[in-house]
């Protein structure tokens, strides 16, 4: 499941920044990305968090985004491909990348304005919390 889920990550690649959009090559965001990236490689079950607003972690402290992730996924110490990261961006745990090797990871990131490679050691994850999840086997 692994390589399905990194394999899937990087064919995503270049897709285009969207909020809220879940189309591979035409837009899509660092939450959709994983959903749609976890579906795909059969990891886990569908489901669909939207309508989410653009700047929550700005204005609140609710984990919404946290929240989704724990339902699906556990909290680990020591990241491994195919887990995923979420970062602390404003108030909230509000942006998330898959790892892909060591400290190399893709996300869907508004500023670069698509699907692209980060290091969850260098901008704009360090000086962030970070934390790491590994996806439960749905079966």
Not at 12 to 41: F, Q, S
Request: hydrophobic fraction near 40%; charge should be neutral.
């Amino acid at each position: 499941m692994i390589d399905k889920v990194i394999r899937e990550a990087k064919d995503w690649l270049r897709t285009p920044y969207h909020h809220e959009g879940n189309i591979k090559g035409a837009g899509v965001d660092c939450a959709m990305l994983l959903i749609e990236v976890y579906t795909a490689a059969g990891a886990t079950e569908r489901f669909d968090p939207r309508p989410y607003p653009r700047q929550w972690m700005l204005h609140n402290t609710e984990e919404r985004y946290l929240e989704w992730v724990l339902r699906y996924a556990d909290e680990v110490d020591t990241p491994k491909p195919g887990d995923m990261l979420l970062a602390k961006f404003g108030r909230t745990f509000s942006h998330s990348a898959i790892v892909i090797e060591g400290t190399s990871v893709i996300h869907a990131y508004a500023h670069e304005r698509c699907v692209c490679w980060g290091d969850f050691t260098m901008l704009p994850f360090v000086g962030r919390e970070l934390r790491f999840f590994r996806i439960r086997n749905k079966h």
